[in-house]
């Protein structure tokens, strides 16, 4: 499956973004699969920002609880990740992820990432 986020640029702290992830694959289906956000900080391993599973229940690492809302969109083939309140902490290369054979939190496939930056 190919994963293409969207939706990441420059915003100054206390500011919102929302990225967009969609699958090009129509036999993928984002509602069959765990899938979610992750960053990767400088010389460490892909880690989970927010997942939503099959049942939808969502997880979200403990510093964005309450700042981000993940979200899917079937009909669309697209998972959202809503960001408010933002904080230079937050800035990073964000990537579409899916769970991988062994189950969340390992990862199958990710995208190309989006760039979010937050800076006064």
């Known amino acids: 499956v190919r994963l293409v986020e969207s939706g990441g640029g420059l915003v100054q702290p206390g500011g919102s973004l929302r990225l967009s992830c969609e699958a090009s694959s129509g036999a993928f289906g984002v509602s069959l699969f765990v899938m979610g956000w992750a960053r990767q900080l400088p010389g460490k391993e892909l880690k989970w920002v927010a997942a939503i599973s099959v049942d939808g229940t969502t997880y979200y690492e403990d510093s964005v609880k309450g700042r981000f809302t993940i979200s899917r969109a079937p009909a669309e083939n697209t998972i959202y990740l809503e960001m408010n309140n933002l904080k230079p902490d937050d800035t990073d290369v964000y990537y579409c992820?899916?769970?991988?054979?062994?189950?969340?939190?390992?990862?199958?496939?990710w995208g190309h990432g989006t760039q979010v930056a937050v800076s006064s």
């Open positions: 992820a899916t769970e991988g054979s062994t189950g969340f939190p390992d990862f199958g496939s």
